[in-house]
């Protein structure tokens, strides 16, 4: 990733020369360095430097990462939603591997928030799992993407799969209101919603910093993550349009 | 399990889940630039060939009337 392949244009056209790296993949290591010093500056300040909670004591550090991955999970979705939306109105590839890279990223995410959420809940509810709104509805929207991601790998036709998958991308995420409202419609174990409170001036300055450090880590993560798996997509297209050519080519 | 041992195994979960799935992107991607790679090359030693066969074709072009039957 860190050198580019091209070819040269005239006689010496034969031999691809390795070019130093492209702007877009030092820019894609220094973001990488970048989200790790965040993500390794985030765990020290979730672990050691926030103070304990009054009430839950130290299982409250599970917030710093179960809170940011959450929100990222609504962003991821939301990125979907959007690039599935352009795609359809004008279907150029870059939209759709936007769409597909956010809902790989963010169905990871969302697993992770099931994952960390059900560590929480179990000393503090006393069971992993409960059918909650809030816990539900997050698992439907889980399975939603399951499905959106199943479609892209079982429809046959790439360009039948995206479209497919995008019409999926756009219906999937009226789930995400039904989420994040849950809690205010249902009554449910899950607290009412944390995100405007915690953000706000409702947590200690030791928490609130633990928890925008992990919310800056993740965010960062969160794009890294789909910029290296928009750059498979696109190595992938070029590998079909080359295999194409040698084919046309060699057939001749 | 303590209140500590939850967030140990939630911090274990993320960082492995998350470390894991760099893995499987960083091998896509390692994949994905080597058979483009591969691709590129056969592609330059199929063009070669066409540029070869087509030096050759006119070469041949005048001598094509000499075993001609009509000629």
Do not use: K
């Amino acid at each position: 990733m860190s050198t580019s392949s091209t070819e040269l244009a005239g006689p010496a056209r034969a031999r691809p020369v390795r070019l130093p790296a492209a702007p877009r993949d030092v820019a894609v290591v220094a973001l990488g360095v970048a989200t790790l010093l965040a993500m390794v500056g985030a765990l020290a300040s979730a672990l050691l430097l926030s103070p304990s909670e009054r009430v839950e004591g130290d299982l409250f550090r599970i917030f710093y990462f179960h809170l940011p991955l959450a929100l990222l999970v609504y962003v991821a979705f939301f990125v979907v939603f959007v690039a599935s939306i352009v795609y359809l109105v004008r279907p150029i590839r870059w939209w759709d591997r936007l769409a597909l890279a956010s809902a790989e990223v963010g169905l990871l995410f969302c697993t992770l928030v099931l994952a960390t959420g059900s560590l929480w809940g179990r000393p503090v509810w006393g069971v992993w799992w409960t059918w909650d709104a809030r816990l539900t509805s997050t698992l439907v929207l889980w399975f939603i993407y399951l499905g959106y991601l199943m479609v892209r790998a079982y429809v046959g036709d790439r360009g039948r799969a995206a479209r497919y998958a995008a019409v999926l991308g756009i219906v999937g995420f009226l789930d995400v209101p039904i989420v994040q409202f849950s809690v205010n419609w249902w009554r449910t174990l899950h607290p009412q919603s944390t995100v405007t409170a915690s953000l706000g001036q409702s947590l200690p300055a030791g928490m609130q910093s633990a928890l925008i450090l992990g919310l800056v880590a993740f965010a960062l993560l969160y794009v890294e993550l789909l910029l290296l798996r928009m750059r498979v997509e696109e190595l992938r297209d070029r590998q079909r349009g080359l295999a194409e050519r040698v084919l046309a080519l060699e057939g001749a | 399990m303590g209140q500590a041992g939850y967030v140990v195994a939630a911090v274990f979960v993320i960082w492995i889940a998350l470390g894991a799935y760099l893995l499987w992107i960083a091998g896509l991607l390692r994949r994905a630039q080597r058979d483009v790679a591969a691709l590129e090359e056969r592609l330059e030693q199929a063009e070669a060939r066409d540029r070869d066969e087509a030096e050759r074709r006119p070469d041949r072009a005048p001598a094509a009337p000499a075993h001609s039957p009509s000629g």
